[in-house]
């Protein structure tokens, strides 16, 4: 049975697909410390199974996009779960820190289908305003797993060891594989035969990246999320190891900065009715500033506290919540004939620059939280730089 396009079943599907990427970081983040205890690796080494994963996730969807523009939606996806299901396997079964790294790349190489193909899902069967909507609906609805994820982790580090939750994902995977065969549809009635030619695949991303308005849109985006993943990197050593926090509960702590997207989210949503994307974009690179200022300012000021890193990363990430749907939609809307190319060279753009502002966070770590907030701060300035140069309507 084929789901409906616009049904609320499809944009759950859409939801599953996009947040296998988020959930193959989250879940596992409280199990860090115990992964460079076990395999006797150091912090950085570590934090390389977070930055190689985007690297992996960034290159990609580099092909996996235009890929999609090629031979369709449905098939792309399909191979792309099969091998995610088979090195998430391989992640449970590594005991040297090297082999996790290495497999955590190819995960993302699969993963990153989910969340290029879904995009551009939505990009086929919705205009920019609705899409936006949906984006933001599904962005609120996918928190869900990252906000329980942390929780799950922590207790499957605690009770079976941190092999658990890559156990887990391999499980996710195969479900989601399931359905995804069953029952989506191919949406992209229209390939595009010379996608992947070599000179075609140059001549999109050169015209994507000399579009001022695309170029814009991807960098707000871009360094809005790199904010939020030097949090995701560094959020883990900071509350466990520096402030004492178990794994048990740090996901609590980390729940607050999910809800804090959630809201974001929601509150984009309701706003779009009124607003255009790019006011909301603004809005949400002036709190993520502010919020990054403040982390720093907090840190400082009270090294030890736990809630002096979790308060600022509520706001941060509520700020994410209104830059990323709309700086999605607002990217991806002038180029519907080329939406999977779009769409990945977005996703390169933003898993690149995530990847080097959390080995930033790996290499400045000294034991506080002040590099991390530091580090956020910076992305946070960046993108509200960016969110002031897109063009009003």
Known sequence: MRLQPASFAMAALLTAMVAIAPLSTDMYLPALPAIGAHLGASTADVQLTLSVYLIGFAVAQLIVGPLSDRVGRRPVLVGGLVVFVLTSIACLLSNT??????????????????????????????????????????????????????????????????????????????????????????????????????????????????????????????????????????????LIDSLGMTPETFGFAFAVSVLGYITGTQLAARLLKSNEIEHLITIGGRIGLIAGLVGVLTAWLAPASVIAVIAPMFFYALSVGFVMPNSMAGALGPFPQMAGAASAFMGFIQMALAACFGAVVGWAYNGTSLPMMMTIATCGLIAWAFSLRIKQP
């Open 97 to 238: 820190i090297t082999l996790l790294i290495v497999a955590r790349f190819f995960q993302a190489l699969g993963a990153c289908t989910g969340a290029a193909v879904g995009r551009a899902v939505v990009r086929d069967i919705h205009e920019p305003k609705n899409a936006a909507r949906l984006l933001a609906h599904m962005g609120s609805a996918m928190a869900i797993g990252p906000l329980v994820a942390p929780l799950i982790g922590g207790q499957l580090t605690a009770a079976f060891g941190w092999q658990a939750n890559f156990a887990l994902l391999t499980v996710m995977g195969v479900l989601i594989l399931i359905l995804a065969t069953l029952t989506l549809p191919e949406t992209h009635t229209r390939p595009d035969f010379s996608a992947l030619s070599p000179r075609r695949m140059i001549a999109n991303y050169t015209c994507l990246s000399l579009n001022r308005q695309y170029r814009t849109f991807v960098l707000v985006n871009g360094f809005s999320f790199a904010g939020l993943f030097a949090f995701i990197s560094g959020s883990s050593f900071v």
